[in-house]
């Protein structure tokens, strides 16, 4: 008899004799990633806010003597992959793109370069010596600004203090959450340890009896996670836009990415607890029964 039907059957068999136990399993389970759905599409907006405010720790500016005319060609000595945007400032504080190509800008007085990471001492210093001679034989250069002499303005360390705090405030809600479910399969996978010692009494290895343990894990949170994605779908463009103004258009990768990581996250936890049952003899086994 293969793993997946065994699996089934002993799903079948839990909820008959266990069905509060799995029912509340279940529904746990359901919540969790349903709330972990509604919230997904507020990861890239913390990633977007976090990239803005450390934008200080990534940005050289180039001080011109005077004002001059800036070609955008004047930059090609930098590695586009490596740069996030380019922008150059008039007098007037009226922003500029270097990024087009082949545009001329007058009237400049400082170039800000943002780098899409954060420079090392080595970088930075090639970097520098880079403008020193590439650009400067073309422009005079008062002064340049680096992420050391930068000011780091107050509300961005606290705005940037709230933000990792709130990302790790949501991420252990889940992980407890998940932990909680995970508690509760390891209690079902407790009760049914009659059951494995007798797979295990005529011949079955452990490792077999950890499979069909796993398959009916991943059955469970597999079908726990296309309930949630369901719910989502059905409520994201009405009850969810009301009540928590989402309005971001999930794509079909965004909950294929929510039910892989839920997948992973709830066969992770329950690790240890498989690897519990691995090391503890048969034989204790059958005593403790």
């Known amino acids: 008899m293969n793993i997946i039907k065994l699996a089934f059957m002993r799903i079948r068999d839990d909820f008959l004799n266990q069905r509060l136990l799995m029912t509340l399993y279940v529904l746990g389970t359901t919540i969790c990633i349903f709330v972990f759905s509604v919230f997904w599409s507020s990861i890239p907006e913390m990633i977007s806010q976090y ?27 930098l590695k586009e992959d490596d740069i996030s945007k380019i922008t150059a400032c008039d007098f007037s504080l009226k922003k500029y793109d270097l990024l087009e190509k082949n545009k001329s800008f007058s009237g400049i007085y400082s170039i800000d370069i943002v780098f899409s990471h954060e420079l090392s001492d080595e970088e930075s210093a090639e970097f520098l010596k880079k403008i020193n001679d590439d650009f400067a ?10 992420p050391e002499n930068a000011p780091e303005f107050g509300s961005n360390s606290s705005q940037l203090g709230e933000l990792v705090t709130k990302f790790l405030n949501i991420s252990l809600t889940y992980v407890i959450c998940f932990i909680a479910c995970a508690y509760l399969f390891k209690y079902v996978f407790d009760i049914n340890t009659y059951e494995n ?20 894990a991943l059955v469970l949170v597999f079908g726990c996670s296309l309930v949630s994605v369901g719910l989502n779908l059905i409520l994201k463009d009405n009850v969810l836009k009301e009540i928590y103004g989402l309005s971001t258009a999930y794509s079909v990768w965004d909950y294929i990415l929510i039910i892989c990581f839920t997948v992973i996250l709830s066969l992770a936890v329950m690790v240890p607890f498989f690897i519990k049952y691995l090391k503890n003899p048969i034989i204790k086994t059958k005593i403790d029964l």
Do not use: W
């Not at 034989?137 to 680096?146: Q, R, V």
């Not at 011949?203 to 499979?211: D, E, I, T, W, Y």
């Open 197 to 216: 010692t007798v797979y295990s009494i005529v011949g079955a290895a452990k490792s077999s009896v950890l499979r069909i343990a796993l398959t009916e």
């Open 51 to 77: 990239d803005k405010l450390t934008e200080y720790k990534r940005t050289y500016t180039i001080f011109l003597k005077s004002e001059e005319t800036v070609n955008s060609d004047d930059l090609n000595f």
């Open 137 to 146: 034989y073309k422009h005079e250069i008062s002064d340049i600004g680096t």
